[in-house]
């Protein structure tokens, strides 16, 4: 079936190849004509092992049909290539039809085959052209027909060839109907791919304009963060060291409400600082299309963490199990690390004040992904906040009871869609949270 493909991309012009409508019509040309061509060889081949003399040119025809197909690929053009054909056609089919019975010759069934031809894949006036010249020829052999008969055979002189003529012109527009059926289908067919695809090719465009637009956008939201950012960073340290100094200076000469109050100042700054540099970190993420991938030895990735850790996890008393996971993974190293750290953390923070609490790190190589899970006995979430939590500023609680910016979580699932994954909790009031994500195995790889 290949090899046969790549016969009939052969003969197709090059310039054809690349116009899908064109192509597809070239293609039904081509192979069209090695079918015929198939079919006088097998038929010669018959001939041979049945030992039948025929009269049929097998291999002028064969000669045609090839030369036919040689001067399409040459010249690129339907209208000589299917008038040459038709030719060949003609005078084959013609000469024999003369020796063969004349008008009761079953030539003349195979003559069909021009006009169909020419309205199918040539200019219609060609095809009508080529239905006059046939229909001319016809009516020349009912004319020898009947005055060949001689009188005694009247019956054959006056309804035979006259049946026969009305036959072959009945068949004739038969197959005119059906070329024009085809013809017309074809057209509409078209019409309708060109429609949708200028449909198409608008609205990509329209989406190309947009993309472009939203890209320049982000763009320039993130130079503005960044900036930003750097730009509150500066007093917001000038305020907390200033209050540090302050509260140095004046040690012991303030009184309590006064001491307080510079406390909020300082520790406030503190935060709003930390802020800052979460949100510039969360918007550079913004810019990270494609993920620089590494290859990860999951358990010394989770060991660093962990020894990052230690002092958190030792003054809450946390216990940390790592049970089985990958032995390597690929992706950004650095915000993989962020990834965990910030899970660990939250399970951390979000401890019952009463129970000892327990962290289980586990992972699994699955067809397309490796999936994580960072399960906890805290305090749990509520159902209903399940997709919430992953929003920028989502506080579930206050301040005072627990520290955080609110852009922790949705830092994690940012950095599982920037490695093509996903992330999502399962957690109950009072149960636990189980954190889940996924790490998919078709990245962009950059060198």
């Given at each position: 079936m290949e090899h046969i493909r790549n016969i009939s991309s052969y003969f197709i012009p090059v310039?054809?190849?690349?116009?899908?409508?064109v192509n597809w019509k070239a293609k039904c040309f081509v192979?069209?004509?090695?079918?015929?061509?198939?079919?006088?060889?097998?038929?010669?081949?018959?001939?041979?092992?049945?030992?039948?003399?025929?009269?049929?040119?097998?291999?002028?025809?064969?000669?045609?049909?090839?030369?036919?197909?040689?001067?399409?690929?040459?010249?690129?053009?339907?209208?000589?290539?299917?008038?040459?054909?038709?030719i060949a056609i003609f005078?084959?089919?013609?000469?024999?039809?003369?020796?063969?019975?004349?008008i009761f010759s079953?030539?003349?069934?195979?003559?069909?085959?021009?006009?169909?031809v020419m309205f199918i894949f040539a200019k219609k006036r060609y095809g009508l052209i080529?239905?006059?010249?046939?229909?001319?020829?016809?009516?020349?052999?009912?004319?020898?027909e009947t005055t060949s008969l001689n009188s005694s055979n009247s019956f054959l002189k006056l309804y035979r060839p006259d049946f026969q003529l009305v036959g072959i012109m009945l068949f004739f527009v038969f197959i005119l109907g059906l070329v024009f059926i085809v013809s017309r289908s074809q057209s509409i067919i078209i019409d309708e791919l060109n429609s949708k695809r200028k449909i198409l090719e608008a609205k990509q465009q329209e989406?190309?304009?947009?993309?472009?637009?939203?890209?320049?956008?982000?763009?320039?939201?993130?130079?503005?963060?960044?900036?930003?950012?750097?730009?509150?960073?500066?007093?917001?340290?000038?305020?907390?060291?200033?209050?540090?100094?302050?509260?140095?200076?004046?040690?012991?000469?303030?009184?309590?409400?006064a001491n307080e109050y510079l406390g909020?100042?300082?520790?406030?700054?503190?935060?709003?600082?930390?802020?800052?540099?979460?949100?510039?970190?969360?918007?550079?993420?913004?810019?990270?299309?494609?993920?620089?991938?590494?290859?990860?030895?999951?358990?010394?990735?989770?060991?660093?963490?962990?020894?990052?850790?230690?002092?958190?996890?030792?003054?809450?008393?946390?216990?940390?199990?790592?049970?089985?996971?990958?032995?390597?993974?690929?992706?950004?190293?650095?915000?993989?690390?962020?990834?965990?750290?910030?899970?660990?953390?939250?399970s951390i923070k979000f401890k019952k004040l009463d129970v000892p609490l327990n962290i289980k790190i586990s992972g699994?190589?699955?067809?397309?992904?490796?999936?994580?899970?960072?399960?906890?006995?805290?305090?749990?979430?509520?159902?209903?906040?399940?997709?919430?939590i992953f929003d920028m500023f989502r506080r579930l609680h206050t301040k005072d009871s627990y520290n955080g910016s609110g852009i922790g979580l949705a830092t994690c699932k940012k950095i599982a869609k920037l490695h093509k994954g996903d992330i999502w909790v399962n957690s109950a009031v009072g149960k636990g949270a189980s954190f889940q994500f996924t790490i998919s195995k078709k990245l962009n790889f950059l060198n």
């Open positions: 310039s054809f190849q690349l116009k899908r409508e192979n069209s004509m090695l079918f015929v061509a198939v079919v006088i060889v097998f038929s010669f081949f018959l001939c041979k092992v049945t030992q039948v003399n025929s009269e049929f040119h097998h291999g002028s025809s064969l000669f045609f049909i090839v030369s036919v197909l040689f001067i399409f690929k040459k010249t690129g053009s339907f209208n000589i290539a299917c008038n040459i054909f038709s005078v084959i089919l013609g000469k024999d039809i003369l020796v063969n019975g004349g079953f030539g003349n069934a195979f003559l069909a085959a021009i006009p169909f080529w239905t006059f010249i046939i229909c001319l020829s016809i009516i020349y052999l009912y004319y020898l989406l190309e304009e947009l993309k472009v637009e939203l890209i320049t956008s982000n763009k320039e939201l993130e130079v503005y963060a960044q900036v930003a950012s750097h730009d509150l960073k500066q007093p917001l340290r000038t305020i907390s060291s200033f209050g540090r100094l302050l509260k140095k200076e004046l040690n012991g000469s303030l009184n309590e409400r909020f100042i300082i520790n406030e700054s503190v935060d709003m600082n930390s802020m800052v540099c979460e949100m510039l970190d969360y918007s550079k993420m913004n810019s990270e299309n494609e993920v620089s991938i590494e290859k990860i030895n999951t358990r010394k990735l989770l060991d660093n963490i962990l020894l990052k850790l230690m002092n958190q996890i030792k003054s809450e008393d946390v216990k940390i199990v790592i049970d089985e996971v990958p032995e390597f993974i690929f992706g950004q190293k650095v915000r993989l690390s962020q990834l965990f750290q910030n899970l660990i953390s939250n699994m190589e699955e067809s397309d992904c490796w999936h994580f899970s960072i399960e906890d006995n805290g305090i749990g979430i509520d159902p209903s906040y399940h997709n919430k």
